[in-house]
C-alpha cells in the first residue's frame, strides 16, 4: 500500500513539473512564432509545436488529475 502511494506522488511530481513547462511555453496572446519575431497577426489557429504543446498540457492535466485521485482511494 505504501509502495502504491509513493507511485503515485513520484509520478505527480514528474507530471506537476512537465504542466508548469507547458504552461510556461505558451504565453499569453503569443504563439511560437512571435516569439521569434514572427508575424504580427491579429488572429491565429494553433500549428505545429504550439498545438502539441496544448494538447500535451490538456493530457498532463488529465492525468495528473486522475493521479490525484487514485491517491485518495488508494
Known amino acids: 500500500m505504501e509502495t502504491m502511494n509513493s507511485l503515485f506522488l513520484t509520478v505527480q511530481i514528474i507530471l506537476s513539473v512537465i504542466i508548469v513547462a ?3 511555453l505558451q ?15 491579429t488572429y ?11 494538447y500535451l498540457t490538456i493530457v498532463t492535466v488529465t ?12
Open 22 to 24: 507547458c504552461i510556461l
Open 27 to 41: 504565453a499569453r496572446g503569443t504563439g511560437f512564432g512571435t516569439s521569434w519575431g514572427g508575424g504580427g497577426e
Open 44 to 54: 491565429h489557429t494553433k500549428r505545429g509545436v504550439e498545438k502539441v504543446v496544448f
Open 63 to 74: 492525468l495528473f488529475t486522475i493521479t490525484s485521485l487514485a491517491i485518495t482511494v488508494v
